[in-house]
């Protein structure tokens, strides 16, 4: 009976809140209905409703799926310095990362199921009434990594919470089990999903070996970021105190990532144009336009100037440890990734097409809708998971009482 307790406390601590809590949860859910809404005429008429096409068949839906596996593999920043290295600052907040994990995780396979045009058929993927394909399929490992990671990412933090709900000490070997598997697994979702794309042979702007580990680095910038503006806003609501060893660890670590993201942009962009050649087509349209196509350019500069700008600011230990600064280079550095990582690496790979077409890809109204939705649903969640966490956390929601 205690588990059923437990998740009705759980429940009844959402209904409880002031009036900001309730507009944001308010809004989220209107982001949500108009999602629905908007993706309900696409099944309907098929992903003609896009602005995608047989020319560029991959768009905002994967560019936000490309994004958001690294928001979810993040958490392993803060699961690392507390599991493994004991680090008291970061064992009282790392259940709310892992929240962040959980909820980029369930918005990544949303943002894969939109861009499909028969979700329907996803059974096709599953074992025994379907065929999975493994492993051979990186689809398939994709969908493995992905869901594991989900589940280790629901269980570890809720077998805690659960535990300490109804006063109980959790087996610290079983957490430091689940912890370290965890790490590994989060390597391995941003590892299989930048194979998804080095696998395209017919697409030779993505033809690296440097994705792997520039996903890893520009995840590790952005989504502790996210994490550090998440924090800020948990602090100022005074339900849940973060310290600030913590935001400085965090921002170290976005500081590190940062540079090593930069690097490697750079170090392609000399592989690239160094020796130009067909194969640079693709980088060359992102960076300087095609034949008259550069509706990216702008936006490619924009992401690295965004980047450069947060690595000032985090580099100058004055300016990454006021709560100002750090919050704008954080903003900066969400949304440079989010620009570099989504749409200036998915989009380029389709211009121009093996046979040499240039046809430029613009978003529509349609899956910006859809786009925001999924995004509302995401911080729903995310919302629903520390606003149940903070009160266990605190001592103040347990069995007893």
């Known amino acids: 009976m205690g588990i059923i307790h437990f998740f009705t406390a759980c429940f009844k601590e ?10 944001w949860v308010t809004s989220l859910m209107l982001l949500v209905i108009q999602g629905v809404v908007t993706y309900a005429g696409q099944l309907q008429e098929g992903l003609i409703k896009t602005g995608m096409s047989d020319q560029v068949s991959w768009g905002i839906y994967v560019a936000n799926f490309t994004f958001l596996v690294g928001m979810a593999a993040a958490a392993v920043m803060l699961v690392i310095p507390a599991y493994i290295f004991h680090n008291k600052d970061a064992k009282r907040v790392v259940i709310l990362a892992e929240g962040l994990a959980v909820a980029a995780s369930l918005m990544c396979m949303l943002f894969v199921t939109v861009d499909m045009g028969r979700p329907d058929r996803l059974w096709h993927l599953m074992p025994i009434v379907g ?7 990186l689809l398939t490992w994709d969908v493995l990594v992905l869901n594991g990671y989900l589940i280790l990412n629901l269980l570890i933090p809720m077998y805690l919470l659960y535990n300490k709900y109804m006063g109980k000490e959790g087996n610290y070997k079983l957490v430091l089990t689940g912890a370290v598997l965890s790490m590994f697994w989060a390597i391995s979702i941003h590892t299989v999903t930048a194979f ?16 792997a580990p520039k996903f890893l680095a520009s995840a590790f910038a952005a989504g502790p970021a996210f994490i550090i503006l998440s924090f800020k806003v948990i602090d100022m609501s005074g339900a849940f105190k973060i310290g600030k060893k913590t935001i400085n660890l965090l921002a170290i670590i976005v500081t590190v990532a940062l540079q ?3 690097l490697m942009t750079g170090a392609e962009f000399f592989a690239e144009f160094y020796s130009e050649g067909a194969h640079s087509a693709s980088a060359r349209y992102l960076f300087f336009g095609l034949n008259g196509a550069d509706k990216l350019v702008p936006w490619i500069y924009s992401a ?4 450069l700008i947060a690595l000032v600011l985090l580099m100058i230990r004055q300016t990454r440890e006021h709560p100002i600064t750090l919050s704008i280079a954080c903003v900066l550095v969400v949304i440079g990734v989010w620009i570099e990582k989504g749409m200036g690496f998915v989009i380029p ?3 121009p097409t093996p046979i040499g077409e240039i046809f430029e890809y613009t978003p529509n109204m349609h ?5 925001l939705g999924i995004w509302g649903i995401g911080l729903l969640v995310f919302t629903a998971l520390v606003k149940a966490a903070i ?4 001592g103040v929601l347990t069995h007893s009482k």
Not at 196 to 211: I, Y
Not at 367 to 371: F, R
């Open 391 to 394: 009160p266990i956390q605190n």
């Open 260 to 262: 090593i993201n930069l």
């Open 196 to 211: 998804l794309f080095s696998s395209n042979t017919a697409r030779p702007f993505w033809s690296s070996a440097l994705h």
């Open 304 to 307: 690295i100037a965004m980047s």
């Open 367 to 371: 899956e910006v809708q859809v786009s």
């Open 349 to 351: 790979g389709f211009i």
């Open 131 to 137: 065929h999975i394909n493994f492993p051979y399929s």
């Open 14 to 23: 959402l209904l409880k809140g002031g009036a900001a809590y309730w507009i």
